[in-house]
Nanobody, 126 residues
């Protein structure tokens, strides 16, 4: 089992940047595909980005491609989401998620992940 704790959210002006972190417990972090999702008020939770177990492969939602970068440090059991050129429509609670996997498929659906963090609020002011 793995526990996930996000941090780094906050209030930022449009065009600004934030870096989210997600710290994971456990010794087998490198066996997990990691994803970031977000949920805006009144909307369903949506996929943002996913990274392979080794970190050498990533995939993004079209809405964030070119602005967000997902990365991971397996030695630190941490996954990151660097968010640049933020827009008001990026405002949401951001969640990291983990799935124990023996392959590096791009998991983009919420039901494909077993473990979730508590979320961190990102608010982008116009």
């Amino acid at each position: 089992q793995v526990q996930l704790v996000e941090s780094g959210g906050g209030l930022v002006q449009a065009g600004g940047s934030l870096r989210l972190s997600c710290a994971a417990s456990g010794r087998t972090f490198s066996s997990y595909v990691m994803g970031w999702f977000r949920q805006a008020p009144g909307k369903e939770r949506e996929f943002v980005a996913v990274i392979s177990r080794s970190g050498d492969s990533t995939y993004y939602a079209d809405s964030v491609k070119g602005r967000f970068t997902i990365s991971r440090d397996n030695a630190k059991n941490t996954v990151y989401l660097q968010m640049n050129s933020l827009k008001p429509e990026d405002t949401a609670v951001y969640y990291c998620a983990a799935r124990l996997s023996y392959s590096d498929k791009y998991y983009t659906q919420t039901w494909e992940y077993s473990y979730w963090g508590q979320g961190t609020q990102v608010t982008v002011a116009s």
